[in-house]
């Protein structure tokens, strides 16, 4: 079935009047390689292919990590699509390559570390969710930390409702606690979503092309209990839309200004 009217980005087409599902985007991001955005991204994909969901994996990075965990999938598993994002070079067609099939539910995007500028805006402009993984370093949670005051501080998360949590990963058990991290959230009343530990699950999982929502749950039950409340905040975010051929802009409401003004940088 073809259509020819244009749609905004995230809707879906109307079928005989009917509420369908918005696409959610999931923006994973972080300005520091090594933090976990990759192990977040196809653990999520993981998540919604378990349960037959049609899901997109859109890659920025020009590493492509989670296409190459893409080309290690059986055949036989439910389907992920791949979207390959990185900034243009030689001859290839990004704009092609950037497709995003119809059907899909829930598109998540794996971002570059030090992404700024307008790749920044182009990622930021498809995203209805931003999860920022953090590693356990006084390093990475500073970054952190000034990286979320710069988003919330920018002109298009203050005009969206674009809603922002953080996964703190590679948990280890002698340093369970992020308490500058946490502080620094509650101040501006974003959640930690969990703590996923440093766990080698997750390395056998991405070397074979699976999630831990795909393996065998005796195999990864800590690690499933771990992610599954990231999941389930992605999940929340999805909402049924009526389309319009004559939709333009999708109203969407500020949710941060109050947390702006109550910001002051840590450090």
Request: glycine share 6%; net charge positive; charged share 20%.
């Amino acid at each position: 079935m073809r259509y020819s009217f244009p749609i905004p980005w995230g809707a879906r087409p109307q079928v005989s009047g009917a509420l369908v599902m918005r696409m959610n985007t999931t923006l994973v991001i972080n300005p520091k390689g090594g933090s976990g955005k990759t192990t977040v991204t196809t653990n999520l994909a993981s998540y919604f292919a378990a349960q037959a969901i049609a899901i997109t994996v859109m890659d920025y990075d020009p590493q492509g990590s989670s296409l190459n965990w893409l080309r290690l999938r059986q055949p036989s598993r439910n389907r992920i699509y791949a979207a390959n994002a990185a900034p243009q070079r030689g001859m290839r067609l990004r704009g092609l390559e950037m497709h995003v099939p119809a059907d899909t539910q829930q598109l998540v995007i794996d971002a570059p570390a030090g992404a700024s500028g307008l790749l920044l805006q182009e990622m930021l402009s498809k995203a209805d969710c931003i999860l920022i993984p953090v590693a356990p370093s006084a390093i990475d949670i500073h970054a952190t930390a000034n990286f979320i005051r710069d988003l919330l501080l920018t002109g298009r998360i203050r005009a969206r409702n674009i809603r922002l949590a953080v996964v703190a990963n590679k948990v280890r058990n002698s340093m369970p606690a992020y308490q500058p991290l946490e502080r620094f959230l509650t101040s501006l009343n974003l959640p930690l979503l969990a703590r996923l530990g440093d766990s080698d699950v997750y390395l056998k999982a991405v070397e074979t092309g699976v999630g831990i929502f795909e393996m065998d749950p005796a195999a990864a039950e800590a690690e499933r209990g771990d992610f599954r409340p990231v999941a389930e905040w992605v999940e929340r975010g999805q909402q049924p839309y009526a389309p319009r051929a004559d939709d333009k802009i999708v109203p969407l409401r500020s949710r941060f200004m109050q947390a702006v003004g109550a910001f002051s940088k840590p450090g």
